[in-house]
């Protein structure tokens, strides 16, 4: 990868948020790789776990920001391997239900712990303070993206610090 420098700030930035964002994905998806997983599996199968109530295909590609096609594709898949079951449409029951096996739930456990490790690791680059203004610097971005996507945040369907991403704490690493 790349060093660039632009001369314009926005592009150089831009381009160290995506390889940013496309080094610490690889990183997630070589770990979770060693146990036969992938960031957007074990994403469908956290949500499927955590998540307080019945679970759509339509509410899982909102909580893992994916085209609804692209989650039934994954859904197919993870059914076929016995990680989910797609409870069907019927009278009284207006929506397909996902709902997580108990062979899911065996195989999100040890893969959401590697997940943990990694997001631990990564952060621990930085002090909480520092994490803290990062979040604030990168908060009108996302906003930005999701306007310009005709798009909002909503609100979280649980309490994500304690069910749906508990996160470990890493390491702080010495300043230099």
Known sequence: MYDYKFSGASLTVWAQLRH?????NKVAETRLGEIGATPESIAI???CRDFPGPLRPAEIARLVFRAPHTIAGLLKRMEKEGLVIRIPKKPGHPYTEVKLTAKGKKACAPAIEILKDVIAETMSV?????LEKLGELI???QLRALEMLN?????SP???EAITMPVKAGPQTAKK
Not at 126 to 130: N, Q, T
Not at 151 to 155: F, I, R
């Open 158 to 160: 649980g309490n994500p």
């Open 151 to 155: 798009t909002s945040l909503k609100q």
């Open 139 to 141: 908060r009108p971005l």
């Open 126 to 130: 930085m002090s909480e303070e520092e």
């Open 20 to 24: 940013t964002w496309i080094a610490m």
């Open 45 to 47: 199968l956290w949500a």
